[in-house]
């Protein structure tokens, strides 16, 4: 069973073929991030014109490098949400066409669902473009308890099997994400904000400042507004100034010092409120396996903190398949299809910009 997967959710065009639900074939990435990085965030309507110019040439090209012609696909994969409805759209419209066209069966997927998904694959075709893939030696057991930690998501989800799985807890505010690009800019570092901070903190002292936790009545819920805010008062304390000084222009007076000190320190509090609540789930669930999904899945101090505390091994999925990418999706995909997951109808699939677990 191969699966070409299509992921048009946020500012990446991407597409993927997948075979059998564990194998790479291709994974073409075309990132409109670049456009953004001047406005600090994604702005939507750059992100769908570049979706409109990328989507072609990168299913052609994903196609290309898996070696596979029309006849060789069994079936296309699409992100109807959750995600920009402008971005969304181009890539549901053109996996709508394609289905109707080549006459494949059309699988709509949750972005979400197909982060934790990316965990599944176990190789890749001997290929340049695919040479320093790095998998785990096996796929996850269930039960699994999935860490998803992405810009719009941050949630502990328990799955007993494929698509039988439950929500434990997610953030009542801001995601984990969010909560570093917010940062961020704070500091005066370049978005994302995930890998500025990870590589700022690297020169900075992650004991110097003591910041909030937030005690929440959800066991497994998260809070990062409280920490965000924590971190605004405490660089305005920092360079002598009360809480009406604007945040804009406090980058340009602290100290680099400073605004290492204060990356670590928040980035260590923030990857700590995942995992205490990751390893009480453990100690509640035993699950036989866990798994990280989404963007601040590549964060290297996330990675360290669970190596450290969980009560079970854990395997990394490969960086290029944990920010936004179609191989998550050909992945999830692949699953509906060999599972009976019933295929979405190619001539009415709509996006579901909110779309939740
Ligand atoms: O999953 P993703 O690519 O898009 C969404 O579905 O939201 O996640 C994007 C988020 C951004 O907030 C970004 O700052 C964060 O993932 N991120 C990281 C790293 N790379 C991306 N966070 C921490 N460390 C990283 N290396
Ligand atoms: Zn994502």
Not at 64 to 85: F, K, N, P, Q, R
Not at 303 to 312: A, G
């Given at each position: 069973?191969?699966?070409?997967?299509?992921?048009?959710?946020?500012?990446?065009?991407?597409?993927?073929?997948?075979?059998?639900?564990?194998?790479?074939?291709?994974?073409?990435?075309?990132?409109?991030?670049?456009?953004?990085?001047?406005?600090?965030?994604?702005?939507?309507?750059?992100?769908?014109?570049?979706?409109?110019?990328?989507?072609?040439?990168?299913?052609?090209?994903?196609?290309?490098?898996?070696?596979?012609?029309?006849?060789?696909?069994?079936?296309?994969?699409?992100?109807?949400?959750?995600?920009?409805?402008?971005?969304?759209?181009?890539?549901?419209?053109?996996?709508?066409?394609?289905?109707?066209?080549?006459?494949?069966?059309?699988?709509?997927?949750?972005?979400?669902?197909?982060?934790?998904?990316?965990?599944?694959?176990?190789?890749?075709?001997?290929?340049?473009?695919?040479?320093?893939?790095?998998?785990?030696?096996?796929?996850?057991?269930?039960?699994?308890?999935?860490?998803?930690?992405?810009?719009?998501?941050?949630?502990?989800?328990?799955?007993?099997?494929?698509?039988?799985?439950?929500?434990?807890?997610?953030?009542q505010?801001?995601?984990?994400?969010?909560?570093?690009?917010?940062?961020?800019?704070?500091?005066?570092?370049?978005?994302?904000?995930?890998?500025?901070?990870?590589?700022?903190?690297?020169?900075?002292?992650?004991?110097?400042?003591?910041?909030?936790?937030?005690k929440l009545d959800g066991k497994?819920d998260?809070?990062?507004?409280?920490?965000?805010?924590?971190?605004?008062?405490?660089?305005?304390?920092?360079?002598?100034?009360?809480?009406?000084?604007?945040?804009?222009?406090?980058?340009?007076?602290?100290?680099?010092?400073?605004?290492?000190?204060?990356?670590?320190?928040?980035?260590?509090?923030?990857?700590?409120?995942?995992?205490?609540?990751?390893?009480?789930?453990?100690?509640?669930?035993?699950?036989?396996?866990?798994?990280?999904?989404?963007?601040?899945?590549?964060?290297?101090?996330?990675?360290?903190?669970?190596?450290?505390?969980?009560?079970?091994?854990?395997?990394?999925?490969?960086?290029?398949?944990?920010?936004?990418?179609?191989?998550?999706?050909?992945?999830?995909?692949?699953?509906?299809?060999?599972?009976?997951?019933?295929?979405?109808?190619?001539?009415?699939?709509?996006?579901?910009?909110?779309?939740?677990?």
């Amino acid at each position: 069973m191969r699966v070409l997967g299509i992921e048009t959710s946020c500012d990446e065009t991407a597409a993927s073929v997948v075979e059998d639900g564990q194998r790479l074939l291709s994974n073409v990435v075309a990132s409109s991030m670049d456009l953004h990085v001047q406005y600090g965030g994604v702005v939507p309507e750059i992100a769908a014109r570049s979706h409109i110019e990328s989507i072609n040439p990168v299913i052609e090209q994903a196609l290309a490098e898996a070696e596979c012609s029309w006849d060789d696909i069994d079936a296309i994969a699409v992100t109807y949400g959750a995600g920009l409805g402008g971005s969304l759209l181009i890539g549901v419209l053109a996996a709508r066409t394609l289905a109707i066209t080549k006459q494949k069966p059309l699988y709509a997927c949750n972005h979400v669902v197909g982060h934790v998904f990316a965990n599944f694959l176990t190789s890749a075709k001997d290929s340049p473009a695919l040479a320093d893939y790095n998998f785990p030696a096996q796929p996850p057991a269930f039960p699994m308890l999935a860490i998803i930690v992405s810009g719009g998501h941050s949630q502990l989800a328990l799955f007993r099997d494929y698509f039988d799985y439950s929500l434990l807890g997610q953030t009542q505010d801001d995601a984990i994400g969010e909560a570093f690009d917010k940062v961020a800019k704070i500091l005066g570092l370049p978005y994302p904000g995930g890998p500025s901070v990870g590589k700022k903190a690297i020169d900075g002292d992650p004991l110097k400042y003591v910041l909030p936790k937030a005690k929440l009545d959800g066991k497994y819920d998260f809070s990062f507004s409280g920490l965000k805010t924590a971190v605004l008062r405490l660089a305005q304390a920092e360079i002598g100034e009360d809480y009406t000084f604007p945040s804009t222009k406090l980058a340009e007076r602290l100290s680099e010092a400073q605004k290492a000190d204060i990356a670590a320190s928040f980035q260590r509090i923030a990857v700590e409120t995942i995992v205490d609540k990751a390893v009480l789930a453990c100690e509640e669930f035993q699950p036989k396996s866990v798994v990280i999904a989404g963007g601040v899945a590549a964060s290297p101090e996330l990675r360290r903190q669970l190596t450290d505390r969980l009560p079970l091994p854990i395997e990394f999925p490969d960086l290029k398949v944990c920010t936004d990418n179609g191989a998550m999706i050909a992945t999830l995909g692949c699953y509906q299809a060999m599972l009976g997951q019933p295929a979405a109808d190619p001539y009415s699939l709509e996006i579901q910009p909110n779309l939740s677990m």
